[in-house]
């Protein structure tokens, strides 16, 4: 705690009052000498103790803002708050704050044991050897303590970083795409690991990924970021069923966004004309005041049958559809089905055995519930986020 104290005197103002106990960032901005801004003003809490995942394709200024938190980058402006203090000018040292890279950077000389006592040796921490056991057990590596780094796999390497970073009890431990250099089946299993250990540590993890399936699989709250700023933060489901933009609705998971003009606003509900036909849309799930609207509808939300077949009344049914693309993927069928107005939909539909297979060129409608749809503001790209995202 000692290093906390002595960053509230480093800090401008060190406001302990009215503190907020996890990580505040408040209109924090970073614009390079080169004149970049990298960041634009972002505002965010990261609740104390909670696994966060800050989502977004390369370049949209995630590394920036954890370099910042990290100390190794300086804001233009705003401010950023650990734990009630302040800590926007402290030095890097001087924060409660550890970081674990891609590349871990193990010393290859010291053996994994002295890799992880190596920063509290120089501390002259007490109790070193019961510390460095206690974490080598939780990250599951306590029989390799006295191998060294290139006898270990990626995976064992980055958990061996994973406990030099843990064993400083840190406040905040920031993940700068630590899974990234590992293949696709190891990284499923460490998504686990990561989020094993987090539970059993119970301290904050700021994890930085451009892999949505890895955000989601983690954390229990993303902020999806683009461009320098948040555009969604939410829990992993409420992102996916409600997205507020078209980069959110396109950079996770797929959406079917079709163009529609608002003919009714009741209280809860909002009908929406699609190309002539009718649909509701929840108004918790609007989110533009526009005329005009993008009505989104992720593809395994819509159910495809024969023409005519009232698949699921009263659901929002849409005829005159065309099969213009199937491909079987083992768990799904996912249809391209052309629709009157010229545009392909997004079908996906579980191979449950029990439901019909369609073939390209047959006459077909899609229905799906107005509770899964959604309504985006039509100035916004339809297709943004969707090369990123996919
Ligand atoms: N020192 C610098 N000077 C000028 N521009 C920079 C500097 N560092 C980064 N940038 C630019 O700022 C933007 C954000 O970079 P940043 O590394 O934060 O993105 P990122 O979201 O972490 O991307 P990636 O996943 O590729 O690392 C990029 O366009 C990058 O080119």
Redesign the pocket.
């Known amino acids: 705690m000692s290093s906390l104290d002595e960053s509230v005197t480093e800090g401008a103002t060190g406001q302990a009052a009215a503190s907020y106990d996890g990580l505040r960032l408040t209109a924090l901005t970073?614009r390079?000498?080169?004149g970049?801004t990298?960041?634009r003003g972002i505002d965010l809490d990261v609740p104390r103790g909670s696994f966060f995942a800050l989502l977004?394709?390369?370049?949209?200024?995630?590394?920036?803002?954890?370099?910042m938190v990290a100390g190794l980058?300086s804001p233009t402006s705003g401010s950023i708050e650990l734990a009630g203090n302040d800590i926007t000018g402290a030095k890097p040292y001087r924060r409660p704050v550890n970081t674990v890279f891609q590349n871990y950077a193990l010393f290859p000389h010291l053996d994994i044991f002295e890799n992880v006592a190596f920063g509290m040796r120089r501390r002259k921490v007490a109790d070193v050897d019961a510390k460095v056991g206690e974490m080598l057990d939780l990250v599951e590596l306590g029989p390799q303590a006295r191998k060294k780094p290139a006898q270990l796999s990626g995976g064992q390497q980055q958990r061996v970083a994973l406990a030099r970073a843990l064993v400083n009890q840190p406040e905040v431990l920031l993940l700068?795409?630590p899974l990234g250099a590992l293949d696709l089946k190891l990284r499923r299993s460490m998504q686990i690991e990561l989020k094993r250990i987090q539970t059993e540590v119970g301290l904050t993890f700021v994890h930085?990924t451009?892999d949505q399936e890895e955000a989601m699989t983690m954390a229990d709250t993303v902020a999806v970021?683009n461009a320098?700023v948040i555009e969604q933060m939410g829990s992993p489901a409420e992102l996916y069923e409600n997205p507020r933009s078209t980069f959110v609705a396109n950079f996770l998971g797929q959406s079917n966004l079709i163009g529609g003009s608002v003919v009714r606003r009741d209280a809860d509900v909002v009908t929406v004309d699609m190309q002539g036909i009718h649909v509701s849309v929840p108004a918790a799930r609007v989110h533009t005041d526009g005329d005009q609207g993008w009505v989104g509808i992720r593809p395994e939300k819509v159910l495809v049958g024969d023409a005519g077949a009232e698949l699921d009344a009263p659901g929002n049914t849409i005829p005159g559809g065309v099969v213009s693309d199937v491909s079987f993927v083992g768990v799904s069928t996912q249809y391209l089905v052309r629709m009157p107005w010229g545009q392909e939909l997004t079908v996906f539909a579980q191979n449950t055995g029990r439901s019909k297979i369609f073939s390209v060129g047959e006459q077909v409608e899609l229905s799906w519930r107005p509770e899964y749809a959604f309504l985006l503001d039509r100035s916004q790209d339809v297709n943004a986020g969707a090369e990123e995202g996919a």
């Open positions: 970073k390079y000498p080169n970049f990298a960041v977004g394709p390369s370049g949209c200024g995630k590394t920036t803002t954890l370099r980058e700068d795409e930085v451009h970021m320098g």
